[in-house]
C-alpha cells in the first residue's frame, strides 16, 4: 500500500510540473506576444511623423499610444491584444493631419529674382531660382515625368526638381505628358539649397512673367507629389526695342 502510495504522489508531482510549465510558457508566449504588438503600435505612430499633424492632435496620438499599450498590457490572451492594437492604429489612422500646403511650408523654401523688371524686345533677363530643404532630414524623392525626359534626351545636366520658366503674361505655365518606364531617383540632404540661374531673351511685344516651381514625388513608394511653386514676378514691357 505504501508503495502504491508513493508511485501515486511522484506521478502527482510529475502532472503538477508538466501543468506548471505550461502554463510558464504559454504565459512567456503571450508576454513576447504583447511586446511585439506594442513596438508595431509605436513604430506606425512614428511613422506618421510628427510634423504632419498640429502640437494637440499629435498629444492626441500619444494618448491613443499610451492607451493601447495599457489595453495590450493587461490582455489574457492574443485575441485582445491583436483587437486592441487594431483598434488604436485605427483611432491613429483618424486622427487629422495639417494642411498639406503648410507642411510644405514648414519644410521647405522657394524665393527667386531677377536682374530687372522692366525691359524692351532683345533685353536678356537673368532668373535665380533657390529652393531649400529645411525639413531637417535627408529627402529621397523620385523625379516628374517630364524631368526624366529632360534627362534621356540630355536637357538636364544636373537631376533636379526645380524648374524655371519666362511666359507672356496672359499664358498657363504647362508641361507635356511624357511617359517614361523608371523615373530618376535623388536624395535632397537636410538643409541642401539647389539653385540655379535661367537667361531669357524678351523677344515677344507683351508684358511676361516669371515662374518657378519644384515638382517631385516622395513619401511611401513615392506616391506623394510635391509641387511648390513661388509668386510670379512681372516683367514689364518698355516701348522701343533694345538698340
Request: hydrophobic share 40%; proline share 2%; net charge negative.
Amino acid at each position: 500500500m505504501l508503495k502504491k502510495l508513493t508511485v501515486f504522489c511522484v506521478i502527482f508531482i510529475l502532472l503538477i510540473s508538466v501543468v506548471g510549465l505550461g502554463a510558464c510558457n504559454n504565459g512567456d508566449e503571450l508576454a513576447d506576444y504583447k511586446t511585439q504588438a506594442i513596438a508595431s503600435l509605436e513604430t506606425y505612430a512614428e511613422s506618421k511623423e510628427q510634423d504632419n499633424y498640429t502640437a494637440e492632435n499629435w498629444e492626441t496620438i500619444k494618448t491613443i499610444v499610451e492607451n493601447g499599450k495599457t489595453t495590450i498590457n493587461i490582455a489574457k490572451s492574443k485575441e485582445v491584444v491583436d483587437a486592441a492594437k487594431t483598434e488604436a492604429r485605427q483611432f491613429i489612422w483618424e486622427v487629422e493631419m495639417r494642411d498639406f500646403k503648410e507642411v510644405l511650408k514648414d519644410n521647405f523654401s522657394l524665393a527667386i529674382t531677377v536682374d530687372k523688371t522692366k525691359a524692351q524686345i532683345g533685353d536678356k533677363i537673368t532668373v535665380t531660382a533657390t529652393f531649400k530643404n529645411l525639413s531637417g532630414k535627408n529627402i529621397s524623392i523620385e523625379l516628374t515625368d517630364w524631368q526624366t525626359a529632360y534627362l534621356l534626351r540630355g536637357e538636364m545636366e544636373t537631376p533636379s526638381p526645380l524648374e524655371i520658366a519666362i511666359i507672356p503674361e496672359e499664358s498657363e505655365w504647362a508641361f507635356n505628358s511624357i511617359g517614361v518606364e523608371v523615373r530618376h531617383q535623388m536624395l535632397i540632404r537636410k538643409d541642401e539649397i539647389i539653385q540655379q540661374t535661367f537667361e531669357f531673351i524678351i523677344g515677344e511685344p507683351v508684358n511676361h512673367k516669371v515662374l518657378s516651381g519644384v515638382f517631385f514625388y516622395s513619401g511611401e513608394n513615392y506616391k506623394d507629389f510635391t509641387a511648390i511653386k513661388s509668386d510670379p514676378i512681372k516683367i514689364i514691357l518698355l516701348e522701343g526695342e533694345k538698340p
